[in-house]
Each structure stands twice: as C-alpha cells, then as structure tokens.
C-alpha cells in the first residue's frame, strides 16, 4: 500500500537527493509492540519514540536494511534461512514473521522549497515468542529507553493528545537497564506513516 503524505509544492530543490529508510513495527507472540526512544544525543529527532528502523545503505533493499537496523538498534538478529523462512536465536531458534505493510513518502519543506524526499517502508514483523523472553541489547548511542505495548494501549496513546505517565525501561551507558516513570504524548512522537504501518498490522494480525 502506497500513501503519500504530501505533495503540495511549487519548487524543489534538486540538489537534494531521494533517500530511502525502513521501518520495523516489531510484536511478540501476544500483540505486545515494541516502542524505542531515540537518544537525545542524535542531531535529528532526538528523544523521540519510534518505531525501531532507519536509512537504506547503497547495497541494501528495504527488508535488508529492517534487519540490519533493529539488529543495530535492539539487538535482535533477524536471519533468513534456505527455505527463505525467518529466524533468531536465544536459547532456541524462535520463528519470525517478516511481511511489508507499506511504503509511503515522507516531505520536509523551508521557504517553499521541497527540501527533501524519503520512501519509508514499514515491515510487520511478528516474534513467536513472549516478550518477556526476547533479550534486547539497546545501541545506546542512538536508543536510550523501550517499551512494550499491548495493541489497545498503543491505539489509545496514538490516538490521544493528552499526557500520560508510562514506566519505560532506559538504558545507561553501561548497559544497565531501569524502570522509570515519565510523562509523554505519543501522538507528536509518532511519525505519520509509522503510524499507518501499525494501524495496518493490527488489520493482518486480526484476520
């Protein structure tokens, strides 16, 4: 499914190039969904929460640049075996489903000018496995803190402007990792498409 976020622009700046992210809408074997914060340290976005995911590298296509980013971001090495079916290991080998939900387009403008152009793919992909049971390894220079979230929670989060209080787990830079509680809206953290690719999760999972 194509969505296009915005097209309302009379100049572009062609010296800016199309670039190309992914985007992991990550759940376990319950309809728990994984939410990371960005690091506050990171130049753009800084202290968001988001879906875990990122650029497309110049070798990569899209599924393999999802892998690679929630490898980097929490840890979980996703790998595709012979029979083109999906896996990691913990103590045993846990299946997991890996499908594309969507690709959309994401604009930013200045001064009338389209600035940028990114197509962001989002993948569904479903761990058989508790969420409790999956071990995260959080990259702390660009992920300080995660959260589980059962679907019904989630929706209401996004679909809320007002400020509620969450116990998150955040990393420290030692790899230790604590529970705290702290106010956030989700709906100004979430990104549009993100958004839509969990909204489209739900539908696939349901049926």
Same mark, same amino acid.
């Given at each position: 499914?194509?969505?296009?976020?915005?097209?309302?622009?009379?100049?572009? &700046?062609?010296?800016?190039?199309?670039?190309?992210?992914? @985007?992991?809408?990550?759940?376990? @074997?319950?309809?728990?969904?994984?939410?990371?914060r960005r690091s506050k340290c990171l130049s753009t976005f800084p202290?968001?929460?988001?879906?875990?995911?990122?650029?497309?590298?110049?070798?990569?296509?899209?599924?393999?640049?999802?892998?690679?980013?929630?490898?980097?971001?929490?840890?979980?090495?996703?790998?595709?075996?012979?029979?083109?079916?999906?896996?990691?290991?913990? &103590?045993?080998? @846990?299946?997991?489903?890996?499908?594309?939900?969507?690709?959309?387009?994401?604009?930013?403008?200045?001064?009338?000018?389209?600035?940028s152009r990114t197509f962001i793919a989002v993948y569904d992909i479903?761990?058989?496995?508790?969420?409790?049971?999956?071990?995260?390894?959080?990259?702390?220079?660009?992920?300080?803190?995660?959260?589980?979230?059962?679907?019904?929670?989630?929706?209401?989060?996004?679909?809320?402007?007002?400020?509620?209080?969450?116990?998150?787990?955040?990393?420290?830079?030692?790899?230790?990792?604590?529970?705290?509680?702290?106010?956030?809206?989700?709906?100004?953290?979430?990104?549009?498409?993100?958004?839509?690719?969990?909204?489209?999760?739900?539908?696939?999972?349901?049926?």
């Open positions: 499914m194509f969505h296009k976020c915005n097209n309302n622009f009379s100049k572009f &700046d062609q010296n800016k190039k199309i670039s190309f992210a992914s @985007i992991g809408v990550i759940s376990d @074997i319950d309809g728990n969904y994984l939410i990371t202290g968001l929460w988001v879906f875990p995911g990122g650029r497309v590298d110049n070798h990569e296509n899209f599924e393999e640049a999802v892998l690679r980013e929630i490898h980097e971001e929490v840890g979980l090495n996703v790998q595709k075996d012979q029979n083109l079916n999906y896996y990691f290991y913990t &103590d045993n080998k @846990i299946k997991v489903i890996v499908n594309n939900l969507m690709i959309y387009e994401s604009t930013y403008e200045k001064d009338d000018f389209l600035k479903k761990i058989n496995s508790k969420h409790r049971d999956i071990p995260l390894k959080l990259q702390y220079e660009e992920v300080e803190a995660y959260k589980w979230f059962d679907s019904k929670n989630l929706l209401d989060l996004l679909n809320t402007n007002s400020t509620q209080e969450i116990k998150l787990f955040v990393l420290n830079e030692k790899q230790e990792v604590s529970e705290v509680n702290e106010n956030m809206i989700f709906s100004k953290c979430i990104a549009y498409g993100s958004k839509l690719g969990f909204l489209q999760s739900l539908s696939l999972n349901s049926s």
